[in-house]
């Protein structure tokens, strides 16, 4: 009796799945973190809700739930000119499958620059310097590279934007709207140092780097915040491959190719 109990208990750190009584290969009760998913939460939850859960394993005060449904809402659709939204577009545009066009995204947007690896960095970044500025001026005057052996070197500071010119109006925005809603203290203080951070760094701060200090304020560590980072972006995405598979390759926004030596044009 004691070994059957067991068979129909399935358990982790994060989830806890009990059986139904005539079938053990179906679920009865699912408990996250200790909440009953289907009984307690589902209709009084949010999505962020069950986001924290899961990667917290604690249930979100009113403040850190109101900070990361922002954050969902800015890093929902990074629009058509980020790379890995216009790797899904390109899959949507040849007919790719629903999980195509989303690999497309999740491979391009786990990169360095604007990517998920970015945000674990600036994450990692956090973690060194916390709030110390000479200790930040150290770090974006000789950035530390990623261990992982099949990365390259960055490029440059990771939270910061490698093209950039000036400070871009979302990423002005979505700082002083997050460091106005977030219980911790590394967005305020990343908007009140912006100017002397970005002139160590030679360059202005990107969406990354809000994302990183939001991240840090909900208390995420470097690799939660680069699975949460490829995990929130995907929606905008999604849609976008969706519009771009019905327009067709005929109708993609960007980018024209003018031949010169254009075969057809020389046969007109």
Same mark, same amino acid.
């Given at each position: 009796?004691?070994?059957?109990?067991?068979?129909?208990?399935?358990?982790?750190?994060?989830?806890?799945?009990?059986?139904?009584?005539?079938?053990?290969?179906?679920?009865?009760?699912?408990?996250?973190?200790?909440?009953?998913?289907?009984?307690?939460?589902?209709?009084?939850?949010?999505?962020?809700?069950?986001?924290? @859960?899961?990667?917290?394993?604690?249930?979100?005060?009113?403040?850190?739930?109101?900070?990361?449904?922002?954050?969902?809402?800015?890093?929902?659709?990074?629009?058509?000119?980020?790379?890995?939204?216009?790797?899904?577009?390109?899959?949507?545009?040849?007919?790719?499958?629903?999980?195509?066009?989303?690999?497309?995204?999740?491979?391009?947007?786990?990169?360095?620059?604007?990517?998920?690896?970015?945000?674990? @960095?600036?994450?990692?970044?956090?973690?060194?310097?916390?709030?110390?500025?000479?200790?930040?001026?150290?770090?974006?005057?000789?950035?530390?590279?990623?261990?992982?052996?099949?990365?390259?070197?960055?490029?440059?500071?990771?939270?910061?934007?490698?093209?950039?010119?000036?400070?871009?109006?979302?990423?002005?925005?979505?700082?002083?709207?997050?460091?106005?809603?977030?219980?911790?203290?590394?967005?305020?203080?990343?908007?009140?140092?912006?100017?002397?951070?970005?002139?160590?760094?030679?360059?202005? @701060?990107?969406?990354?780097?809000?994302?990183?200090?939001?991240?840090?304020?909900?208390?995420?560590?470097?690799?939660?915040?680069?699975?949460?980072?490829?995990?929130?972006?995907?929606?905008?995405?999604?849609?976008?491959?969706?519009?771009?598979?019905?327009?067709?390759?005929?109708?993609?926004?960007?980018?024209?190719?003018?031949?010169?030596?254009?075969?057809?044009?020389?046969?007109?």
């Amino acid at each position: 009796m004691q070994d059957s109990a067991k068979r129909q208990t399935i358990s982790t750190r994060i989830w806890q799945e009990e059986a139904e009584a005539d079938n053990s290969f179906a679920t009865r009760a699912a408990y996250c973190h200790g909440y009953d998913v289907f009984s307690d939460m589902l209709g009084r939850a949010r999505w962020v809700d069950m986001l924290f @859960l899961l990667f917290r394993g604690e249930a979100p005060t009113p403040e850190q739930a109101a900070l990361l449904e922002a954050l969902a809402v800015a890093l929902a659709n990074p629009g058509p000119r980020d790379p890995a939204v216009h790797a899904a577009m390109c899959a949507g545009t040849s007919g790719a499958t629903a999980a195509a066009s989303l690999m497309a995204a999740l491979a391009v947007g786990a990169g360095q620059v604007t990517g998920a690896r970015e945000v674990m @960095l600036a994450v990692r970044t956090w973690e060194s310097c916390g709030r110390d500025l000479d200790s930040w001026r150290h770090l974006l005057r000789t950035p530390a590279q990623d261990v992982a052996g099949i990365w390259p070197d960055s490029e440059h500071p990771a939270g910061f934007d490698l093209h950039g010119t000036t400070t871009t109006t979302p990423v002005r925005q979505a700082l002083s709207c997050l460091a106005r809603l977030s219980p911790g203290p590394c967005l305020r203080w990343l908007e009140e140092h912006r100017a002397a951070l970005e002139d160590m760094a030679t360059m202005p @701060l990107a969406m990354t780097g809000v994302a990183a200090a939001a991240f840090v304020d909900l208390g995420m560590t470097h690799a939660q915040a680069e699975m949460l980072h490829l995990l929130m972006r995907l929606p905008g995405a999604a849609a976008h491959a969706l519009e771009q598979r019905e327009k067709g390759h005929r109708s993609f926004p960007f980018f024209e190719l003018d031949l010169l030596n254009d075969p057809a044009r020389e046969a007109a």
